[in-house]
């Protein structure tokens, strides 16, 4: 070990590390360090020549060990790494030493000392580089199959990606019905399509599939295992209807039932039966049993043979290389008294409102009352000063204004009176704003701190505003109807997240790792995570992320095998007693008690462990080192950086 | 407080404004314009007050006769809502509003009733010509006296109580105080602008079309002093004939470039021409021209067999002084005058 023959580059880096770090001096200091066999300037050590120069010196002499002394290990740790792996030796027989940003340019105001603490930097280098060793990555089986957690738009087009690219593919939903918030959307922008003709589509694609297994009213209970071979438990509630069924006959069925709830299909604004389907020809088409509200009072069962009380809850066990999350959101509820909200009847929610719109032929009637004046309070649980909603829903806007100039094409003598906080119609979505207002609605602009207020007056709704567009001057409005445009939050039951640990960030959506470099990666390996479950996105943007989310859960499971980073922890068996407190102390979940020869000690998960290095300061009885940045290794380049 | 009116829009449009609704109150025609500032800022405000309907604050307001319609904030505006033709268009509705008979608005926005009252004008004037057996004598010396009655009954009836009701919806409603010395020393300010433009000046680019109607006002009301003051027709003075041949003539080239440059929609200003702006470019040019024409009848002695001549211009006469003066455009020249003038004293 100690005869390691080690290779030593000092980079110029043009004159940003020699103005200030005189190389040679640098150069002259090292030669002798205990194993260095060759030390040598260069110019430029990322240069072409050199590379070339370097794969030559180490097959030439034999080398085991190289240091590269230049820029930060962000910009050429991997450029280095490759060139020792092109000469053949094992890429962890390199270390980089960083003597530009923590040398010269940090010290560019003191010459000597940059020289010296360039100098200390090589010399740790060199004392790592004479205890690595050549490490090979963990390879693990991946199973080819993808679970997709969700079955709205983005769900269900990440399942038809991953099922072209031949991997199967099995799609949980939890509601009876697939299409998610997009079928509860009527006509969409830009595309004139309804939420329904998007949802038929991809559902028509998917029944053809064999590798897509669909699973409506299904959740998932319990997982455990990692990338590669996640292995879940999921819960599927019957619909109590058989598969073959008479469709006339059942319509006589919900028509026959006598129970009567909130529909949530249509926000609360309608009532439907317990036994029940949201629109005709919804997906999949036979309806369904709510047991929730059932009386089972059978009357259902006497008109129709296909209804069965005794199907049973199932229990589906699979094993998947990935989880792809399109869990969605909810629309925000506003408050009690939020701008008159359960307070003043005619106050309602913009999906009620969309729905509405869709309820309603000839003429907008709501409540029994002829609409013509309708008032869009913007912003309502986005952009919140107090509260957790401080981010802004992107959707809403453009909704909330294509909804007003669909209600004046669809309904005569309609007034649309906007109170916005300044208009936020990105992108194509522009083009809706300036028709709308060339269709003569009428946009007022308040602060967050001066938001508008609405108020009821016998019986006639008032809405008030500061406008800032006229001076701040006080405008009223009479509205035979307010709409809430409200905006997106996490769904309400998160749970299913919890079962993978998934990282939830301060807005309470799922977090990815990077928000524009790696957009739908999690810190769960394995786990990706699309569409407005991860912050507010309109369909366009939820079906991007979804497939790029596809693309991603299929290359870790695409060869059937992975190949994972050997730098992670290890416990020394004899020392480890098992007290629990790295288990506690990893973020990752990787420690677990097993038994060993009688002993109870902590074992890695080789596969989720990532090498943060967390449980090694709990270790009471210092059990456990970090591959490559053992304690060793770090006390020689300790006593390097503080030596001579 | 204020409601919103949103009907008002379609009532405007019928004074000739579209597309304002446009106006995402971006504030580029306010910047763009060399006569809006900072105490009065227009033409946004105005705007904005259009697309809410509030009506009052126009009504109080003396902006869109502060505007020259240069035309600039119509070409810098990103929407193309066209502010340049809403103030115009404001203005008309504002004539239409002063006016205590309520005829201004109703030609504003019928062109058949406008037509009708200018047909029945003529039939009129024909009819009385034919009555008096087409005697030049008699029918001349009835267009000398129309001319003096039409302008003092116009002044008395119309205008004058028009400008109080403007003064009352400015200074009176609003409940300006003003010191009554103020009126008296703002006086100057009025006469000057009435006959000078001279704010009209500050527009960009606009010296020419400055100089033209300057000139076009000075031979306007040069040539209405030569006829009814100094009886034109009948004078004997060669000073005065010549006068009155030259400014008859300054009357009708200026006129028919601005006739023109409507027709060519040359500049933002004449781009678009309500049948109010088309009626009172062309008849200043038919009043400007006749007058020429009859007087050298007169001198050419073509008159006694060609009386039709003067009958045409006493049926243009009559028009101008009953329709167009009174009820329509030829009144901006008031009430741009008095707007400067209430501008000033209410400081």
């Given at each position: 070990?100690?005869?390691k023959?080690i290779g030593v580059y000092i980079c110029h880096c043009g004159g940003n590390i020699s103005d200030y770090v005189d190389v040679e001096k640098v150069k002259h200091s090292i030669e002798n360090e205990d194993g260095v066999f060759l030390v040598k300037t260069t110019m430029f050590a990322c240069g072409d020549a050199n590379q070339k120069e370097m794969v030559?010196d180490i097959?030439?002499?034999?080398l085991?060990g190289v240091v590269v002394a230049s820029c930060s290990p962000k910009l050429h740790l991997i450029t280095f790494r490759a060139v020792t792996e092109r000469a053949?030796l094992n890429k962890y027989n390199y270390i980089h030493a960083n003597i530009r940003e923590q040398a010269s340019w940090a010290h560019s105001d003191d010459k000597v000392g940059a020289t010296i603490t360039a100098i200390h930097l090589v010399k740790a280098a060199i004392a790592k580089v004479r205890l690595a060793k050549?490490l ?376 990815e790792i990077h928000m524009k470099l790696r957009p739908?990666e999690?810190v ?41 980073e050997p730098i992670i ?18 973020p ?22 990532k090498g943060c290095g967390m449980?090694l300061p ?8 970090l591959v490559a940045y053992s304690n060793k290794e770090i006390e020689c380049m300790i006593d390097a950086l503080a030596g001579e | ?347």
């Amino acid at each position: 070990m100690m005869n390691k023959k080690i290779g030593v580059y000092i980079c110029h880096c043009g004159g940003n590390i020699s103005d200030y770090v005189d190389v040679e001096k640098v150069k002259h200091s090292i030669e002798n360090e205990d194993g260095v066999f060759l030390v040598k300037t260069t110019m430029f050590a990322c240069g072409d020549a050199n590379q070339k120069e370097m794969v030559d010196d180490i097959k030439k002499n034999e080398l085991d060990g190289v240091v590269v002394a230049s820029c930060s290990p962000k910009l050429h740790l991997i450029t280095f790494r490759a060139v020792t792996e092109r000469a053949g030796l094992n890429k962890y027989n390199y270390i980089h030493a960083n003597i530009r940003e923590q040398a010269s340019w940090a010290h560019s105001d003191d010459k000597v000392g940059a020289t010296i603490t360039a100098i200390h930097l090589v010399k740790a280098a060199i004392a790592k580089v004479r205890l690595a060793k050549a490490l090979y990555p963990y390879i693990i089986t991946s199973k080819k199959a993808v679970a997709v957690i969700g079955g709205g738009v983005a769900g269900m087009r990440a399942a038809i990606e991953l099922s072209d690219m031949g991997c199967p593919v099995t799609l949980i939903e939890r509601e009876h019905f697939i299409g998610g918030r997009v079928a509860q959307w009527n006509l969409l922008f830009t595309t004139k399509e309804t939420g329904k003709d998007v949802v038929t589509k991809l559902y028509d694609n998917i029944v053809r599939r064999d590798n897509i297994t669909l699973l409506t009213g299904s959740e998932v209970v319990a997982s455990s295992g990692n990338i590669g071979a996640f292995k879940l438990k999921i819960k599927k509630t019957p619909r109590f209807i058989k598969e073959e069924c008479h469709k006339g006959k059942l319509q006589e069925a919900i028509a026959a039932c006598p129970v009567t709830v909130a529909d949530d299909f249509n926000f609360n604004i309608t009532d439907r039966k317990a036994i029940y389907h949201n629109f005709p020809s919804e997906y999949p088409q036979e309806p369904v049993i709510d047991m929730k509200n059932c009386t089972r009072c059978g009357e259902c069962e006497k008109i129709c043979e296909s209804v069965d009380f005794t199907e049973k809850e199932k229990i589906i066990d699979i094993e998947v290389g990935s989880v792809l999350m399109a869990t969605g959101f909810d629309s925000y509820t506003p408050s009690e008294g939020e701008f008159g909200y359960v307070q003043i009847e005619n106050v309602v929610t913009l999906p009620q409102f969309k729905r509405i719109i869709e309820l309603n032929d000839k003429k907008l009637i709501f409540r029994g009352k002829e609409i013509k004046n309708i008032a869009y309070i913007y912003c309502v649980g986005s952009r919140q000063i107090e509260g957790d909603n401080k981010y802004c829903s992107r959707y809403c806007c453009t909704s909330a204004i294509f909804a007003a100039i669909h209600t004046k094409s669809k309904f005569e003598n309609i007034n649309n009176y906007h109170f916005t906080r300044g208009i936020r119609t990105y992108g194509k979505q522009e083009v809706l704003y300036a028709e709308s207002l060339k269709k003569g609605d009428i946009y007022l602009q308040s602060y967050e701190d001066d938001p508008p207020v609405v108020n009821q007056v016998n019986n006639k709704i008032k809405v008030w505003i500061n406008d800032i567009l006229t001076a701040k001057r006080e405008i009223s409005v009479e509205a035979d109807l307010v709409v809430l445009v409200t905006g997106m939050v996490p769904r309400a039951d998160n749970s299913v997240a919890s079962l993978f640990k998934l990282p939830k960030g301060r807005d309470k959506f799922f977090n990815e790792i990077h928000m524009k470099l790696r957009p739908v990666e999690t810190v769960i390996d394995g786990i990706t995570i699309c569409g407005a479950c991860q912050g507010p996105k309109n369909i366009m943007e939820s079906v991007n992320s979804a497939l790029s989310a596809a693309a991603k859960s299929f290359s870790y499971v695409s060869k059937g095998e992975l190949e994972l980073e050997p730098i992670i922890a290890k416990i020394e068996k004899e020392f480890c007693t098992w007290c629990g407190a790295c288990a506690e102390a990893c973020p990752f979940d990787a420690i677990k008690l097993v038994k060993d020869e009688k002993k109870d000690i902590a074992a890695i998960n080789s596969s989720v462990c990532k090498g943060c290095g967390m449980c090694l300061p709990v270790c009471p009885a210092d059990a456990i080192d970090l591959v490559a940045y053992s304690n060793k290794e770090i006390e020689c380049m300790i006593d390097a950086l503080a030596g001579e | 407080m204020a409601d919103i009116n949103p009907g008002f829009g379609k009532e405007l449009k019928k004074f000739g404004a579209f597309d304002f609704n446009a106006c995402y109150n971006c504030g580029n025609c306010t910047a763009v314009c060399s006569l809006s500032t900072e105490e009065d800022s227009f033409p946004r405000e105005m705007l904005r007050f259009s697309v809410l309907g509030l009506k009052d604050d126009i009504k109080s307001s003396l902006k869109p006769w502060l505007c020259y319609y240069c035309g600039e904030c119509s070409t810098h505006c990103p929407q193309t809502a066209n502010p340049g033709e809403l103030m115009m268009s404001l203005r008309r509705w504002l004539t239409a509003e002063y006016d205590w008979t309520k005829l201004s608005g109703l030609l504003y926005r019928s062109l058949p009733l406008t037509i009708s009252a200018f047909i029945l004008l003529a039939i009129v004037v024909l009819g009385f010509s034919i009555n008096e057996k087409f005697n030049p004598e008699t029918i001349m010396l009835f267009g000398h006296n129309f001319e003096l009655l039409a302008i003092v009954m116009v002044l008395v009836l119309i205008l004058l109580p028009n400008i109080i009701r403007m003064w009352w919806f400015i200074i009176l409603k609003p409940k300006i105080k003003i010191p009554l010395s103020k009126y008296f020393t703002g006086l100057w300010e009025l006469i000057l602008h009435m006959f000078t433009q001279k704010r009209a000046l500050d527009c960009d680019d606009n010296k020419f079309r400055w100089f033209e109607h300057f000139v076009l006002v000075l031979g306007y009301l040069g040539l209405l002093f030569t006829t009814v003051v100094l009886d034109w027709f009948s004078s004997d003075n060669l000073v005065v004939i010549v006068f009155g041949y030259l400014l008859s003539i300054v009357v009708f080239i200026v006129t028919i470039d601005f006739v023109w440059r409507r027709f060519r929609k040359s500049g933002e200003i004449s781009k678009y021409s309500r049948p109010s702006d088309w009626m009172f470019v062309i008849w200043l040019f038919l009043m400007g021209f006749s007058a020429f024409m009859v007087r050298l009848f007169i001198d050419t002695g073509l008159i006694v067999n060609n009386f039709w001549m003067y009958i045409f211009h006493l049926t243009i006469l009559v028009q101008w002084a009953l329709i167009i003066v009174p009820f329509g455009k030829w009144t901006h020249f008031l009430y741009r005058s008095f707007a400067v003038y209430f501008a000033k004293i209410k400081g």
